[in-house]
């Protein structure tokens, strides 16, 4: 029976041998700077229907629910983009803490 080579990417393992790898740091980093502008971008369309934005010339007018719901939209969009970027800080710093420590008396 040939003998499992053990895995040199960081991983959790459950008790019933279920594990988890950890995305590339490169992943985690990424995510995040895009989860973030996302985030300005809403909160940006935020301050913009709350200072009184209105639609181009032509367009019907919203109406005082539509501008409410446009309201409430986009700061659950950025709330949940702010948690994306959190799970993404989670997961990175979780790669660095379990990925292998690199001993020089290795390379010898």
């Given at each position: 029976?040939?003998?499992?080579?053990?895995?040199?990417?960081?991983?959790?393992?459950?008790?019933?041998?279920?594990?988890?790898?950890?995305?590339?740091?490169?992943?985690?980093?990424?995510?995040?700077?895009?989860?973030?502008?996302?985030?300005?971008?809403?909160?940006?369309?935020?301050?913009?229907?709350n200072g009184g934005y209105t639609k181009?010339?032509?367009?019907?007018?919203?109406?005082?629910?539509?501008?409410?719901?446009?309201k409430h939209a986009s700061m659950i969009?950025?709330?949940?983009?702010?948690?994306?970027a959190g799970l993404c800080v989670f997961?990175?710093?979780?790669?660095?803490?379990?990925?292998?420590?690199?001993?020089?008396?290795?390379?010898?």
């Amino acid at each position: 029976m040939a003998k499992k080579s053990a895995s040199k990417m960081p991983e959790i393992c459950l008790p019933g041998g279920m594990c988890y790898r950890f995305p590339p740091p490169c992943c985690s980093i990424c995510c995040t700077i895009f989860s973030l502008f996302s985030m300005g971008g809403l909160f940006i369309i935020y301050a913009l229907i709350n200072g009184g934005y209105t639609k181009i010339s032509g367009a019907t007018a919203w109406n005082e629910e539509q501008i409410e719901h446009g309201k409430h939209a986009s700061m659950i969009g950025a709330f949940i983009y702010l948690g994306v970027a959190g799970l993404c800080v989670f997961l990175f710093l979780c790669r660095k803490v379990t990925a292998p420590k690199h001993n020089p008396e290795d390379d010898e």
